[in-house]
């Protein structure tokens, strides 16, 4: 069932083959409107979040807010193609130029990096050194609005196909998704490799091909259509794009991040996927209540990088209106009040740090962070609480390789490793042998086996290093290695049980 080339892929494709500072003017030149995302509780916000929408404004961007966003969204797909979401990150050095850092990322294939330095001792003279610095960048472009020629007939039925994985991931991050909705792969090869997502357009869900290997569908293909019956079950249509009268029928049922779809006339064999994406559907069926009345929705794991300050995986505490961190404390379990001190929601980190009267204070964590990617084939283990709900509120410790420097999908922010992953372990701290922290785990695959993921150290430490306050730890490698029943017995106090309300 191969496409037509659409106008929107040529488009972008005679874009890659012109020089690079023409094609970033050419494509800036496409989007109209902006989002700037503020991001909660970092200084400066006020600052950066003003003199940037101003500056946009003053060049002929219209500023939106999410809630015109969400709009657009859903009453003009055409017109989100031409919507540019602001993001920033910074780094404050005192004694040296600080920087700042400034994406804009479009919901289809296009994003844009600026990065500007300032140095003038004081933090909110450096912001706006730094700003001075991008804003003389765009300047440069000469940016004035000339929209693609957007047409329905030149985009698939449903518009956007057209989106990048990192368009879908952040849509995802800002809506309120139903259960169904997600990125899901095939591991099964009979069929061939395939992954698709998943998304809610009016009443119905689409289901739309995302990679495919060895199979009749290409990227951007309406494959399927989804119709609620009741709690877990839909009905489905199995779409052939050339011939309509050619549809399959059939049934698809989703429980537990896996959804299975059976054919009626049996045209198309039983398919199994597995959702790879969001992360949050790990979360436990979980049913304690906090003092305050909160209901407990979500539990995971997390590794202390320095006193008081805990890291995890930004899907653990996503939504949270209360974190409590426990940590053992001369041998007894105890419950700590913690707050949300910065995430990095693209790679899937968070920091927490402990707010509680109660506690005072923690040993130094005997353990270096390391900021070199680890060799295929290192031997390394996990500790967290998986399955706490079955298992019980235990640390475990699970071993195995790091067996890709890569994760799903040729993903180079995580290693794909063998030691198992079950929720709960989500945040936990991947170490190697010698007692190095070289990951955060975030995610294992059901049915799948040896196959997990788990974030790259040097990620952790860039969130670190734009983290509000300043957080000292160790970075480097002890190079000795450890029996394992030593290192766990020594960096166990360390990993942290989180439960979030």
Partial sequence: MKKQVKHITFILLFLLVIPSAYCQRA??????????????GWDYNDLIVDDVSNYFKSIGFKLITEEEFEKIQKEDPLK???????????????????????ELIS??????????NGMSFTGRGDMKLAMKSIFRQIDKLNYHFEPIPFTKKALPSLEVCSWSE????????????????????????????????????????????????????????ALLEFEFISEGVYDIVWRDSEDPNDNVSGI???????????????????LK????????????????????????????????????????????????????????VNGIQTAFDSRILCVDKINDL??????????????TPPFKILPNAMDVGTSVFTMGFPLSNFLGEEMKVTDGIISSKSG???????????APIQPGNSGGALFDKKGNLVGITNAGVPGAENVSYAIKSSYLLNLIDSAPINIDVQIGQDSTEQELSILVKKLSPFVVYIKVY
């Avoid at 989100?80 to 400034?102: A, D, E, K």
């Avoid at 698809?252 to 039983?270: F, G, H, P, W």
């Avoid at 929705?297 to 974190?323: L, P, Q, R």
């Avoid at 799903?408 to 063998?418: A, P, S």
């Fill in 350 to 363: 968070a920091l927490l740090s402990i707010k509680d009267k109660q506690y005072h204070g923690y040993n």
């Fill in 408 to 418: 799903y999908n040729g993903n180079i922010v995580t290693y794909q490793i063998t």
């Fill in 273 to 328: 996927l597995i959702k790879t994406y969001p992360n949050k559907g790990e979360r436990q069926n979980l049913s304690s209540v906090s003092e305050e009345g909160l209901t407990l929705s979500a539990t995971g794991s997390g590794i202390m990088i320095a006193d008081g300050i805990i890291a995890t995986n930004y899907h653990v505490i996503e939504n949270a209106i209360k974190t409590e961190v426990i940590l053992n």
């Fill in 80 to 102: 989100s193609l031409q919507i540019l979401v602001l993001t920033y990150n910074y780094f404050i050095r005192y004694g040296s130029p600080s920087t700042l850092t400034i």
């Fill in 166 to 221: 990192d368009s879908i991931r952040m849509y995802y991050d800002t809506h309120n998704l139903s259960p169904i909705e997600g990125i899901y792969k095939n591991y099964s090869t009979d069929v061939g490799l395939l992954s698709l997502y998943i998304i809610k357009d009016k009443q119905k869900y689409n289901g739309i091909v995302l990679t495919a290997k060895n199979w009749i569908f290409e990227k951007g293909d």
């Fill in 107 to 116: 919901m289809s294939n296009d994003s844009f990096h600026f990065e500007g």
């Fill in 27 to 40: 494509n800036l030149n496409h989007y109209n409107n902006i989002l700037v995302m503020e991001r909660p």
């Fill in 252 to 270: 698809a049922t989703y429980s537990d991040r896996i959804l299975t779809i059976n054919t009626v006339n049996n045209k198309v064999e039983e």
